[in-house]
């Protein structure tokens, strides 16, 4: 068994949480300038939020691959509380993109385009989302996790003077409370059998077979709820309709993209290093309990649920924000299809695929939202009749919808098609034809609402030929979106995939 080294050195350290003191760093820009700047200027606190955001997005791209040099190899820094690797990587580009995309949003929506303080909020939790996606140690996991979540209850309540915002806020609050409650019993109760805090040292005390099995499994079970609520999964969705509907739209944006994407980060490491599978039990020394089959059929139940029910329900919403949340319930269980593959594929495809699938998630949702906020605001309206004829008032917005929802349908030569491919992929290989098929008909259903919405833009007569304004902010995040979707959908296809390779495999690293 091959194991991660605990380092305490002040540049290692610093290179692994420098995507956080930079936003830190930002945050405190923001709110500086706030204060400073006269009424007029303060409409630039979102460029600089927003474009700070993907610039640290970039930045994390471009010189994240230092965890690969030999001089700073995957380890536990800081005390073991986070993992500098290629998983947390490649989730915090994402988390950061998403961020950055929803402060840009963020610059058309009057009541929040000039808040310092709402742009400020905004960055606190991508920063908490970004420490999620690195996690190592129960509390991390704990101190992040708030740190998102707190954050979002507020932004998502921000609009107080709008009843469906604060509506949306106190529904997030309430349920994410209930559900964080289960989250930390579940984690107390692991620290308590055990009395470690590091999640792989966790996992070799569970997996050695000493400890009685009831209290363990109460406790995945407790952890898992917490991870369920996080991404939308059923049963406990109940919240995703309500929020997204009542939540500001940047801020519906953010939480389909970035707190998905975090949450899955941790599912993945959380449940592979505490409870390993049976293929890799045998390296770890003195293993005789896995614990996996659990967690695997749960997410198998919980993914075929999930796809069902959000397709089903989709079918019948007029407005486009419904819509979007139950269709994200139902990329929740496609996501959960590739983590119930995980557990009998040692080569990392299902973690692969996953991770693969968020990402073109993170960039079809962020554009789809766009064109949402862009549409309610020519209109004032985000009821789905009245997109009729957005082909004819602004041809390239209705053709940037399209592209989203035909990425989220897993149609090419969007990204969603390499993405759904590569989950079924995975699902087979781990002989798990039944929840192929459960997907392959639920992939048929959604997309017939996806392509409803497409017959009204194009095949409907509008109710007015003005067109619709674009801004700068969000020429920007239409055009990298719609690049990123249709790049990794064809001639970036295999860059990307060997990146979310070298994120599965560094899943198994502590393992082998």
């Given at each position: ?24 760093i ?75 995309f ?7 929506v009057?009541?929040?385009r000039?808040?310092?303080d ?39 309540g ?7 915002s ?36 966790l ?35 109940f919240?995703?309709?309500d929020?997204y ?14 707190s ?8 993945l ?7 390993p ?9 003195g ?8 967690w ?45 593959a ?26 789809a ?54 989950i ?7 002989s ?30 509008p ?20 690049a ?29």
């Amino acid at each position: 068994m091959s194991e991660l080294t605990f380092s305490t050195d002040t540049l290692a350290s610093v290179i692994a949480i420098l995507p956080e003191i930079l936003m830190v760093i930002l945050a405190v820009a923001v709110l500086t300038l706030d204060m400073v700047w006269g009424k007029h200027q303060r409409a630039a606190v979102g460029y600089l939020a927003g474009g700070g955001l993907l610039a640290i997005a970039a930045i994390v791209w471009l010189f994240g691959g230092l965890q690969q040099a030999e001089a700073l190899p995957d380890q536990l820094l800081l005390g073991g509380m986070v993992r500098h690797d290629a998983l947390a990587h490649i989730f915090r580009v994402m988390v950061i993109a998403a961020g950055g995309f929803a402060s840009l949003m963020a610059m058309d929506v009057p009541k929040v385009r000039a808040r310092g303080d709402f742009h400020a909020l905004l960055i606190v939790s991508v920063i908490g989302g970004s420490l999620v996606s690195a996690a190592a140690d129960l509390i991390m996991v704990f101190l992040a996790l708030e740190t998102l979540s707190i954050t979002l209850y507020v932004l998502a309540g921000y609009l107080r003077d709008d009843d469906k915002s604060t509506e949306a806020g106190l529904k997030y609050f309430l349920f994410g409370a209930f559900a964080s409650a289960f989250s930390l019993y579940g984690l107390s109760l692991l620290y308590g059998l055990t009395g470690q805090t590091n999640i792989y040292k966790l996992g070799q005390i569970l997996s050695s077979g000493t400890l009685n099995d009831p209290p363990i499994v109460l406790a995945m079970l407790l952890v898992a709820l917490g991870f369920a609520f996080k991404i939308s999964a059923v049963p406990f969705h109940f919240w995703t309709p309500d929020v997204y509907e009542g939540a500001p739209t940047p801020v519906t944006s953010l939480l389909s993209t970035a707190s998905k994407a975090a949450s899955v980060a941790l599912f993945l490491r959380f449940m592979l290093a505490v409870f390993p599978p049976r293929e890799l039990l045998g390296a770890v020394t003195g293993a005789t309990r896995d614990y996996s089959v659990l967690w695997v059929e749960l997410a198998a139940v919980m993914a075929a649920l999930s796809m069902t029910l959000g397709n089903i329900l989709a079918l019948v919403q007029t407005n486009i924000k419904r819509l979007l949340a139950y269709s994200t319930i139902a990329h929740a269980g496609y996501i959960l299809m590739g983590i119930a593959a995980i557990s009998t594929n040692k080569s990392g495809d299902g973690a692969a695929a996953v991770t693969f699938y968020l990402f073109m998630y993170v960039l079809s949702n962020a554009l789809a939202f766009a064109v949402v906020i862009l549409f309610a605001n020519a209109t004032g309206s985000e009821e789905i009749r009245d997109m009729a004829g957005m082909s004819r008032r602004s041809p390239w917005l209705a053709l940037a919808m399209t592209l989203a929802l035909l990425s989220l349908a897993g149609i090419p030569p969007a990204a969603g098609f390499v993405g759904k491919f590569l989950i079924f992929r995975a699902t087979v290989d781990a002989s798990l034809e039944w929840l192929a098929i459960i997907g392959v008909l639920n992939v048929i259903v959604a997309l017939y609402y996806y392509l409803v919405v497409v017959k009204v833009m194009y095949m409907e007569m509008p109710s007015s030929e003005e067109p619709v304004t674009v801004s700068v902010p969000y020429r920007w995040v239409l055009a990298l979106t719609s690049a990123g979707v249709l790049l990794f959908g064809t001639v970036l296809v295999t860059p990307l995939l060997n990146w979310a390779m070298d994120a599965a495999h560094a899943l198994y690293v502590v393992l082998l």
